[in-house]
């Protein structure tokens, strides 16, 4: 469903992505792996359409999307999650979700039933500001976001970043849950290797803006691929 082909993005002289090649399928959770300052988050926004690319193509449902507008990608139903969540602190949690109606034809603009049996937290908070949630519960308040907007394609960006572990364990719940629909890719940028060790169907570990090791779920078993993050 989503193809990233040798990939290219720079910051003015500085090249963040180097010929970076990656996949996320219908049913599957591709994660992204690596230290900080690798290019993992440069490889999400290009995706998302929040920085140009300079090379390489990103291919979505059969189609190059390298020049669309990020909310052109939105309406096809790419759904981004970035580091830091990036909610509306002044909005209610009501408000917040109702943002992701943006690219939603005006039949489609309620919020699923999912997004509170997955997160139901959110249920009871909804006329809360968003500034008033802890960590945790923003970071479901984004996911939830991203999920009202019905994604084909879910791109999140270290989920569990600064989250209390009892959250972490929901957050990973709802991913395995998504996948276990079979109709939504998902792409997950991560560094708490056990997280994407329990999620991961296939993976690729960055260093330098490039991809250095790729493979499915048995070879994050080993302690080759920890041992690159580590060193």
Do not use: W
Not at 38 to 57: D, E, F, N, Y
Not at 86 to 102: D, H, K, Q, S
Not at 187 to 206: G, N, S
């Amino acid at each position: 469903m989503l193809s990233v082909e040798n990939l290219s993005l720079h910051y003015g002289a500085a090249q963040a992505l180097k010929g970076v090649s990656v996949a996320a399928a219908p049913g599957e959770v591709t994660c992204v792996l690596g230290r900080n300052g690798v290019g993992k988050t440069s490889l999400l926004r290009a995706i998302a359409g929040h920085r140009p690319i300079s090379g390489g193509r990103i291919v979505f449902d059969g189609q190059d999307i390298g020049t669309l507008k990020p909310f052109e990608r939105a309406r096809r139903g790419i759904a981004y999650v970035p580091q830091g969540r990036e909610i509306f602190p002044l909005l209610t949690v009501r408000e917040n979700l109702e943002t992701g109606f943006a690219p939603l034809a005006r039949s489609e603009r309620f919020v699923p039933p999912e997004v509170f049996e997955l997160f139901p937290v959110l249920k009871s908070m909804l006329g809360r500001r968003g500034g008033d949630l802890s960590g945790g519960q923003q970071q479901q308040l984004a996911i939830g976001r991203a999920l009202v907007m019905r994604p084909k394609v879910l791109v999140l960006d270290e989920p569990t970043e600064g989250i209390q572990p009892s959250i972490i364990k929901d957050i990973g719940r709802a991913i395995g849950y998504l996948r276990s629909r079979g109709d939504m890719a998902i792409l997950l940028v991560e560094q708490y290797f056990d997280f994407a060790r329990e999620l991961a169907d296939r993976f690729v570990v960055m260093e330098r803006g490039e991809i250095i090791h790729a493979g499915d779920r048995a070879a994050l078993e080993g302690d080759d691929v920890r041992q690159r993050l580590a060193i």
